[in-house]
């Protein structure tokens, strides 16, 4: 598909990974709004972006939902970025916690996407980018929620995708390592950069990839094939 002259919505795009796909975007000639809930922070990232345009949404609330599909009707690339992770043990998590990352991590995107559908079956070409994580794929023990709300997304965009096939719609997923972001500032190793990441991204996205493996993701996708027992055992071991 085309790679310019779109209004592309990045929900979690005043940092991270958010804002490197919207920098991205903005760079080759897209409309570009952030979404996200600090204004501060959405302010500073869109003054970077001459003509980025921003709104202040909590996404996993139904009426924020409709007040950016009423804001932005031209919406032709939906990115799905905005994620939360707690630290919580399952054991020791609330219910309130553990709903809420599911709320934001799975259902947000998948009623922004329903929300959106219809409007993007109006272009003649428009896409989906739902940022899952490596996670979505092997777990890790550390992060039971977390992980299952990504492989849930996973799931959902493999089966959307499949569903329109042959349309004007294409879903995209990208499938990142360890990002050097606010979520995983002090927890980690061997980070890429939310930059590196935009590279790889964008390479994808121009050749029509639809599952986007991005950095050591691509080598966990091999040996999960040659050694599933080993590749668990790897991402058992604590961060």
């Given at each position: 598909?085309?790679?310019?002259?779109?209004?592309v919505l990045v929900t979690g795009g005043a940092t991270g990974i958010g804002l490197a796909l919207a920098?991205?975007?903005?760079?080759?000639?897209?409309?570009?709004?952030?979404?996200?809930?600090?204004?501060?922070?959405?302010a500073s990232?869109?003054?970077?972006?001459?003509?980025?345009?921003?709104?202040?949404?909590?996404?996993?609330?139904?009426?924020?939902?409709?007040?950016?599909?009423?804001?932005?009707?031209?919406?032709?690339?939906?990115?799905n970025n905005a994620a939360v992770r707690f630290e919580t043990p399952f054991d020791q998590a609330s219910a309130a916690e553990l709903a809420h990352e599911l709320e934001v991590n799975f259902l947000a995107p998948v009623l922004l996407c329903g929300a959106y559908l219809p409007l993007l079956e109006q272009h003649s070409e428009a896409a989906i980018v739902n940022v899952t994580s490596g996670l979505a794929l092997w777990p890790r023990e550390v992060a039971a929620m977390y992980c299952a709300s990504k492989a849930a997304l996973h799931s959902f965009s493999k089966s959307l995708r499949w569903q329109l096939q042959g349309t004007n719609v294409r879903v995209f997923e990208v499938l990142p390592p360890v990002v050097e972001t606010p979520m995983t500032r002090g927890r980690g190793k061997g980070k890429i950069s939310p930059a590196q990441l935009a590279d790889e991204f964008w390479a994808d996205f121009q050749a029509d990839r639809f599952e986007m493996l991005i950095g050591k993701t691509k080598l966990l996708h091999w040996l999960r094939r040659l050694s599933p027992a080993l590749t668990d055992r790897i991402m058992r071991v604590q961060p």
């Open positions: 598909m085309r790679t310019t002259q779109h209004t920098e991205r975007f903005h760079r080759h000639g897209n409309r570009v709004v952030l979404v996200g809930r600090t204004e501060s922070a959405l990232a869109a003054s970077t972006m001459p003509g980025a345009e921003f709104m202040v949404a909590d996404v996993a609330k139904a009426h924020d939902r409709m007040r950016l599909v009423q804001a932005y009707p031209r919406v032709s690339v939906l990115v």
